[in-house]
């Protein structure tokens, strides 16, 4: 059974360009969390998605959207990259009809802004 | 708003020892309670979790107990080891907010032979 999934491990960007993440959530899962881990810090929600739609907004700029397709998995987009961008993102991923508990998380990718 | 605060790391303890890790929390209604833990190079896996005041969450020896009256979750473990080494994190999800967790900024544990 595998477990969520995220693509690419590592990237290396620049300030100013674009940047896409992907999760493939757990199977099973229909609801997927992203989450930024900036270093030495704990993860800080950005957005949640379900049924395709954004459900629950953290305090993200909009340079920070999303999307989810129909068969659950989800992509990270970041757009005008600046260098607190940097960090460790998350993809959790959980079901709806039990409470989104508990949530399981991928290993994450880290992006890193030159 | 809700917030979450454990105590500063790092934690350094000889193999054996007990562990405690403090961890407080703001919030309003009542929710649930996690404990996460992060293994370098890896994402989050859950620990333990309650839902409910004095509720006691279990796992791999660990312990934390909802305490509503004080706020508090502490992590507890008897008997630590070298492969319990690794960032520890307290976290919450509050009424109406089922999805979304907030966390604290994480306590590392160095267990040492």
């Keep these: ?114 | 708003g809700n917030s979450v605060t454990q105590m500063e790391g790092p934690v350094t303890l000889s193999e054996e020892a007990f562990l405690t890790i403090n961890c407080t929390y703001t919030a309003t209604g009542y929710p649930s309670l996690f404990w996460y833990v992060q293994y370098p190079g890896e994402g989050l896996q859950l620990l333990l979790k309650a839902t409910k005041a004095d509720d006691k969450g279990s796992n791999k020896g660990f312990e934390a107990t909802y305490r509503k009256e004080t706020t508090s979750f502490h992590l507890e473990k008897g008997s630590v080891q070298v492969s319990d080494s690794a960032v520890y994190f307290c976290a919450l999800s509050a009424s109406g907010t089922a999805s979304k967790l907030t966390f604290g900024t994480g306590t590392r544990l160095q267990v040492t032979l």
């Design chain 1, 1 to 114: 059974d595998a477990g969520v999934t995220q693509s690419p491990t590592h990237l290396i960007k620049t300030r100013g360009q674009q940047v896409t993440l992907r999760c493939s959530p757990k199977s099973g899962h229909d609801t997927v969390s992203w989450y930024q881990q900036a270093l030495g810090q704990g993860p800080q929600f950005i957005f949640q998605y379900y049924e395709e739609e954004e459900r629950q907004r953290g305090n993200f700029p909009d340079r920070f959207s999303g999307h989810q397709f129909p068969n659950y998995s989800s992509e990270l987009n970041v757009n005008a990259l600046l260098l607190g961008d940097s960090a460790l993102y998350l993809c959790a991923s959980s079901r709806r009809d039990r409470d989104y508990q508990p949530q399981h998380f991928g290993d994450g990718t880290r992006l890193s802004i030159l």
